[in-house]
């Protein structure tokens, strides 16, 4: 079992939809988990961080957190092409050195 | 963005030739991090420092060593390249201790080994 699974995709969803992005991870001593967006050929930057249960939202960004069941979701609402990249999970174990588990990321696909 | 500039951004040697990839920082962040990324992998940890001259092994650190001897530069030395460390290599930074610290990315380096 991976440390980090999210699906590959790619998720395909119409512009102005809402785009649905899972993750699940196996650490249950994780405690803080990230959302990096990833255009095609440039790094990942940070969109979400989520520490609690719960939802947090940013704009049209929505991060879910369960930590019960070791899930850990983002909605995008609105969607639009610009928001089509790969979207990576990563997950940080509590104290240690600071070692982030990244999932594989899943691609996104907003048709306009 | 974070302040991050890796160096260089491109690069094709050959076979059992040295390389080494530079990271600096201006945010005088503590921890940094080489990962490589290659598809169906995701991002995995090479080596990581948590300060200068202290520097430990990820999970794919056979090949690479590293050095820090200032805190804004962290290098990457592939001693003997092989074709298998073709890939996009990033550096990261990550600010003090706790564990609500996001990793920030510089713009990689794909190194092509022929």
């Known amino acids: 079992q991976k440390e980090v699974e999210q699906n590959s995709g790619p998720l395909s969803v119409p512009e102005g939809a809402i785009a649905s992005l899972n993750c699940t991870y196996s650490?249950?001593?994780?405690?803080?988990f990230f959302w990096y967006r990833q255009y095609s050929g440039k790094s990942p930057e940070l969109i979400m961080s989520i520490y609690s249960n719960g939802d947090k939202e940013d704009g049209r960004f929505t991060a879910q957190l369960n930590k019960a069941s070791q899930y850990v979701s983002l909605l995008i609402r609105d969607s639009q092409p610009s928001d089509s990249a790969t979207y990576l999970c990563a997950v940080k174990r509590s104290g240690g050195y600071q070692k982030v588990t990244f999932g594989t990321g899943t691609k996104l696909q907003v048709i306009p | 963005d974070a302040g991050i500039t890796q160096s260089p951004r491109h690069k094709v040697t050959e076979t059992g030739t040295p390389v080494t990839l530079r990271c600096h920082q201006t945010?005088?962040?503590?921890?940094m991090y080489w990962y490589r990324q290659d598809p169906g992998h995701g991002l995995r940890l090479i080596h990581y420092?948590?300060?200068?001259?202290?520097?430990d092994k990820g999970e794919v650190s056979d090949g690479y060593s590293v050095s820090r001897s200032k805190t804004e530069d962290f290098l990457l030395t592939l001693e003997s390249a092989t074709s298998s460390q073709t890939s996009v290599y990033f550096c990261a930074i990550s600010d003090l201790d706790g564990d609500n610290q996001p990793q920030h990315f510089g713009d990689g380096t794909r190194l092509s080994i022929l």
């Open positions: 945010e005088n962040h503590r921890y």
């Open positions: 650490d249950r001593g994780s405690q803080s």
């Open positions: 420092s948590y300060g200068v001259k202290d520097t």
